[in-house]
């Protein structure tokens, strides 16, 4: 009987309303399960059914996802989660990365002889984490979903099991990121024991009604969360895992992380440094504190992640420092969003236009690869636009796009995240982010150079593109230019995402 106080029996019955929302999860938990027990028949290859079952799963929840996007925020498991606009948008990027990932890797796993439904299976646990992570209003499902993503994402780094390389970056991201782990999880500790609630809500009111006197232990507790966020999206000095976790995961695999990994990252973080007074005039003193440790880590990791992307010759290894330096202009926005009449929403429209570029940018990587991601070298891309102008046009949109030229869809982003700073009075800080974007048009345009103005280097290699991956491809190129010619209904959409994300009104 004493459990029945702790585990109240009718918060696990659902009605309808709840069935509804809860839908995009089921369809991922449910398409997961189906394919693990697909996977275990005999006579059947579970190469095409596993496939088939997980995009079926992702493209019935970004259907479920887009409908609810349009519905009002409710309340589900006694507070502990919420269906809003802001996270069933997260929910669409979420389940599209994964559709375009799985789309791209077909092939992919053939060739690399990598072809084990687990691989399926794994990308949809890893995304039912990122969606409960958009979701999570209590610190201690936020937690469970954060693991519950970083263990799925860990066995993907190190997928491929005969390579040094993928090992030694699986073993490197899971000791790093349990560390990071431990720390969040210790300041979540310290949180409840002040507060004596996990539910971020509870806390965001614990802080503003003691905001004149506020413990050591609290500051120290919300530090250590804010610590553990940092690490999670790889912002300078918590960044030293993904440069070597990037470089040793299959190609697929790091794609999928620059789109949903980083995206889920930034989803929680949000929701939870908002909680913990930032922007919200709810403690003065905390407020200033975390504006300047997010300040100095934004600029160290603008200029950390730009300057070491100009001394790299393997694409894979400057992608990973372009997504730190990427890193770098969302914190800018996180900064600002409090100030700005545009909020957080810049936030909420770069995370969707990168992981759009990021996703094409890796699937033709993992097209012109050869065995073991080889081949990704400067001098490698020499020519490719007489053998495969299609490909080479495809990687110039994304490069622009990366780098903020019109007409693409990373322009808009950075103008709006930008602008958002301007109306913050962060002048300072805009100066750097644009300078630190002038680098980055150096390191892009040099692989656009290499496609189009040099020589091919010795015998090229024959490139195969699957249809699939053609198909997933030529997506992300037609909404990277169409976001950036046409941005105004993605923007409307970034601002209705974050209309509801105070405390005030959950």
């Known amino acids: 009987?004493?459990?029945?106080?702790?585990?109240?029996?009718?918060?696990?019955?659902?009605?309808?309303?709840?069935?509804?929302?809860?839908?995009?999860?089921?369809?991922?938990?449910?398409?997961?399960?189906?394919?693990?027990?697909?996977?275990?028949?005999?006579?059947?290859?579970?190469?095409?059914?596993?496939?088939?079952?997980?995009?079926?799963?992702?493209?019935?929840?970004?259907?479920?996802?887009?409908?609810?996007?349009?519905?009002?925020?409710?309340?589900?498991?006694?507070?502990?989660?919420?269906?809003?606009?802001?996270?069933?948008?997260?929910?669409?990027?979420?389940?599209?990365?994964?559709?375009?990932?799985?789309?791209?890797?077909?092939?992919?796993?053939?060739?690399?002889?990598?072809?084990?439904p687990e691989f399926y299976i794994l990308v949809l646990f890893s995304v039912l984490g990122m969606m409960l992570m958009a979701s999570s209003l209590d610190l201690i499902v936020?937690?469970?979903?954060?693991?519950?993503?970083?263990?799925?994402?860990?066995?993907?780094?190190?997928?491929?099991?005969?390579?040094?390389?993928?090992?030694?970056?699986?073993?490197?991201?899971?000791?790093?990121?349990?560390?990071?782990?431990?720390?969040?999880?210790?300041?979540?500790?310290?949180?409840?024991?002040?507060?004596?609630n996990t539910d971020i809500r509870s806390i965001f009111g614990f802080v503003r009604t003691h905001s004149g006197s506020l413990s050591p232990v609290l500051i120290l507790g919300e530090l250590l969360v804010l610590f553990g966020f940092l690490f999670k999206v790889a912002a300078v000095p918590f960044h030293m895992w993904m440069p070597d976790v990037y470089e040793g995961a299959p190609l697929n695999v790091t794609g999928f992380m620059t789109s949903g990994l980083?995206?889920?990252?930034?989803?929680?973080?949000?929701?939870?440094?908002?909680?913990?007074?930032?922007?919200?005039?709810?403690?003065?003193?905390?407020?200033?504190h975390f504006h300047n440790i997010l300040w100095i880590s934004a600029v160290l990791t603008l200029l950390v992640g730009n300057f070491v992307a100009l001394t790299q010759t393997n694409l894979k290894r400057m992608l990973a420092y372009s997504s730190i330096a990427h890193t770098g202009y969302l914190l800018i926005g996180i900064i600002a969003g409090p100030k700005s009449e545009l909020g957080f929403s810049p936030i909420v429209m770069y995370v969707a236009n990168y992981a759009?570029?990021?996703?094409?940018?890796?699937?033709?990587?993992?097209?012109?690869?050869?065995?073991?991601?080889?081949?990704?070298?400067?001098?490698?891309?020499?020519?490719?636009?007489?053998?495969?102008p299609w490909l080479a046009f495809s990687m110039a949109v994304f490069l622009f796009s990366m780098a903020g030229i019109p007409p693409t869809a990373g322009f808009v982003s950075k103008y709006l995240l930008f602008y958002s700073a301007i109306q913050a009075n962060e002048i300072v800080l805009v100066l750097i982010g644009v300078l630190s974007?002038?680098?980055?048009?150096?390191?892009?345009?040099?692989?656009?150079?290499?496609?189009?103005?040099?020589?091919?280097?010795?015998?090229p290699p024959s490139m195969k593109v699957s249809l699939w991956s053609g198909i997933g491809v030529a997506a992300m190129v037609a909404l990277t230019l169409q976001l950036g010619v046409f941005p105004g209904r993605m923007v409307d959409f970034a601002k209705k995402a974050v209309t509801g994300l105070t405390f005030d009104r959950l």
Not at 95 to 105: N, P, Q, W
Not at 442 to 453: A, E, G, S, T
């Open 356 to 388: 759009i570029m990021n996703l094409g940018a890796f699937g033709i990587l993992a097209i012109m690869a050869s065995r073991l991601d080889s081949g990704l070298n400067l001098h490698d891309f020499s020519g490719i636009a007489r053998r495969q």
């Open 262 to 288: 980083k995206a889920a990252a930034f989803a929680g973080f949000v929701r939870v440094i908002i909680a913990l007074g930032y922007g919200n005039s709810a403690a003065v003193y905390l407020e200033q």
């Open 437 to 459: 974007s002038a680098v980055s048009v150096y390191y892009y345009l040099r692989v656009i150079v290499y496609m189009y103005m040099r020589d091919p280097v010795g015998s």
């Open 1 to 116: 009987m004493e459990a029945l106080k702790i585990v109240r029996p009718e918060l696990l019955s659902l009605g309808s309303q709840e069935i509804q929302v809860l839908m995009p999860y089921f369809c991922v938990f449910g398409g997961a399960i189906l394919g693990i027990l697909m996977s275990t028949v005999r006579f059947i290859q579970p190469k095409w059914p596993v496939f088939l079952i997980t995009l079926a799963a992702c493209f019935c929840g970004i259907g479920f996802s887009y409908h609810l996007m349009s519905q009002g925020h409710l309340s589900l498991f006694n507070g502990m989660m919420v269906s809003d606009t802001y996270s069933s948008f997260f929910n669409v990027i979420f389940l599209a990365s994964a559709a375009v990932t799985v789309l791209g890797s077909l092939r992919y796993l053939d060739r690399e002889k990598l072809q084990h």
């Open 142 to 196: 936020l937690f469970i979903a954060l693991e519950l993503m970083s263990l799925a994402i860990y066995v993907l780094v190190g997928f491929r099991r005969a390579d040094r390389r993928s090992n030694e970056a699986a073993i490197k991201y899971f000791i790093l990121g349990s560390a990071a782990s431990a720390v969040l999880l210790y300041g979540i500790a310290l949180l409840y024991g002040v507060t004596g």
